[in-house]
Structure formats: structure tokens, C-alpha cells
């Protein structure tokens, strides 16, 4: 059974500060990673998507890499600003099957 | 592009009441998804759909939930009769074969009283 990790699980720093959220998992069978953000009171927003094929994604301050035979993918974030506080959340697709399994997510809170 | 809709945002009801929610995903995606959130943990499956199939509903309690998605498109999940334990957050997301991205709705705020 796929058991997904993701330390810290609350993170907190001063504003411009580069961060680095780490997502683990038992499982290195896998189609795909994904990385959300999720708002106090709302949906998840999609960030990166990397398929197992592909050692990182970037899109703007964000990017993402993996490391499928050492069950790791992080997710970096440049220059890091207030907005970009809320949950952040890798979730992994098997290669075979469909059935995501979620982290519990890092709290990040990004002071101005 | 319209990303996947969700109604309502928010609903109160007291125990053993019905409730329903409702799903647009976003058009074209084949493949309907079903999660509930309880608060400070990461989303659970219920069911997904491929087309208006079902295919794994298997953490669907389904005593008291249940779930269709007519013609392929549209989706409802009800909980009848609801129970104080089923107070949480109800996600929809879709997704299209070529990338297996999922996309979620806003979510529905279900709180039982």
C-alpha cells in the first residue's frame, strides 16, 4: 500500500526566503506526481504535474523535481512572498490503477 | 476555460436529513472523481468515474451514500440519512486521459448538526 509523506508538516518564514517542501513515498511504481496548493476554504489548485518519466517541472517560482528510486519529490519555491501561504499538498498516481494517495500537506505561512 | 463547478459551496442540515451535491467537471474530461476532506488531512477517494461508469467505488459507504453521473457529464453525490460523523469538505475533480492532471471544484462545506 502506497503511504505518502510530507515533513514539515507546518513551516514558517520571514518573506524572500527560498524554501524547500519535501514529499515522500513507499511506492516507487509510479505514473505520476502531483503537487496542489489549497487555500483555508477551498479547493486544491494544481501546481507542477511530473510524470514518472520527467526529473522536474518549473513554472515561475515553483519548481518541482523527483526522484522516483528514492521515493522523493520536492517542490522549491524562489523568493517566496505572504501570498504564497496556505497548504500545500503532493499527491501520486500508481503506474498501474488510478487511485491517487494524498499527503497530509505542509503548512507554510510566509511573513511579511 | 471553466474549471470544475461544485453547488452549494455551503450546507447545514440537522441528522438524518438528505443532502445532494452537484458536479460540473470540466468539458471533455473523461474520468469524474469523488473526495471528502476532513479538516487538517489530505483528500480521500469515495468514487470515480470513467465516462458514466463507476469503477471504483469501493470506499463509497453505501449504506447511506450514493453517487451517478448521468451521460457522462454531470455528477451527484447524496448522503441520506446524514450522520454528525459526515460533516466535512466534499471535493470534485476531473481529469482527461491524455495527462492524468486532476482539477478540483471549490468544494461543498457539509456540516451536520
Known amino acids: 500500500k502506497q503511504e505518502v509523506t510530507q515533513i514539515p508538516a507546518a513551516l514558517s518564514v520571514p518573506e524572500g526566503e527560498n524554501l524547500v517542501l519535501n514529499c515522500s513515498f513507499t511506492?516507487?511504481?509510479?505514473?505520476?506526481l502531483q503537487w496542489f496548493r489549497q487555500d483555508p476554504g477551498k479547493g486544491l489548485t494544481s501546481l507542477l504535474l511530473?510524470?514518472?518519466?520527467?526529473r522536474e517541472q518549473t513554472s515561475g517560482r515553483l519548481n518541482a523535481s523527483l526522484d522516483k528510486s528514492s521515493g522523493r519529490s520536492t517542490l522549491y519555491i524562489a523568493a517566496s512572498q505572504p501570498g504564497d501561504s496556505a497548504t500545500y499538498l503532493c499527491a501520486v498516481r500508481p503506474s498501474s490503477g488510478d487511485k491517487l494517495t494524498f499527503g497530509t500537506g505542509t503548512r507554510l505561512a510566509v511573513r511579511p | 476555460e471553466a474549471g470544475v463547478v461544485q453547488s452549494p459551496r455551503y450546507k447545514i442540515i440537522e441528522k438524518k436529513q438528505p443532502v445532494a451535491f452537484w458536479c460540473n467537471p470540466i468539458?471533455?474530461?473523461?474520468?469524474l472523481y469523488w473526495y471528502l476532506q476532513n479538516l487538517g488531512q489530505g483528500p480521500e477517494l469515495l468514487i470515480r468515474?470513467?465516462?458514466?461508469?463507476?469503477?471504483?467505488d469501493s470506499q463509497l459507504p453505501k449504506d447511506r451514500f450514493s453517487a451517478e453521473r448521468l451521460k457522462g457529464v454531470d455528477s451527484t453525490l447524496k448522503i441520506q440519512p446524514a450522520e454528525l460523523g459526515d460533516s466535512a469538505v466534499y471535493l470534485c475533480?476531473?481529469?482527461?486521459?491524455?495527462?492524468?492532471?486532476?482539477?478540483f471544484g471549490e468544494g461543498s462545506r457539509l456540516t451536520v448538526l
Open positions: 468539458s471533455g474530461h473523461n474520468t
Open positions: 468515474y470513467e465516462n458514466e461508469e463507476a469503477v471504483d
Open positions: 475533480a476531473s481529469s482527461a486521459y491524455s495527462t492524468g492532471e486532476l482539477f
Open positions: 511506492d516507487s511504481a509510479i505514473y505520476n
Open positions: 511530473i510524470q514518472s518519466s520527467q
